[in-house]
């Protein structure tokens, strides 16, 4: 994402957006985790140490920013009402850092966290 200002330019990478993403994703509640969006990319997380490597994907167009999440949610929790809380938190986390609108918050539930000994 790109803004010029008569100052000069101003950049702020996707990496950067999704570092603020994912953090605002953990302090969700009811969300445990993120996770890859496929088994491909579960196999490059672990070769890769970014913790916002995997579960938060940003694409800018146009200063158009859409951010594409990637979570597991704890068992017994409304489905629906943690993605929702996670879509507000998120576009509320970025629009306030960055100072843009969000244009969307896509969440896609990946699995859930079952309690310990449950199977």
């Given at each position: ?9 101003i ?68 489905i ?31 699995g859930?966290?079952m ?5």
């Open positions: 994402m790109t803004d010029q200002t008569r100052q000069g330019r950049e702020i990478s996707p990496h950067a957006i999704a570092t603020i993403a994912g953090d605002a994703v953990l302090r969700c509640y009811g969300v445990v985790g993120v996770a890859s969006k496929n088994l491909i990319g579960g196999l490059a997380d672990l070769l890769q140490p970014d913790r916002w490597g995997r579960g938060v994907d940003v694409h800018v167009h146009d200063g158009s920013v859409v951010v594409d999440l990637y979570v597991i949610i704890q068992y017994g929790t409304r629906s009402e943690v993605a929702h809380g996670v879509q507000n938190s998120v576009k509320y986390a970025l629009e306030q850092t960055l100072g843009v609108p969000i244009a969307a918050v896509n969440v896609h539930v990946q859930l966290r309690p310990n000994g449950a199977q």
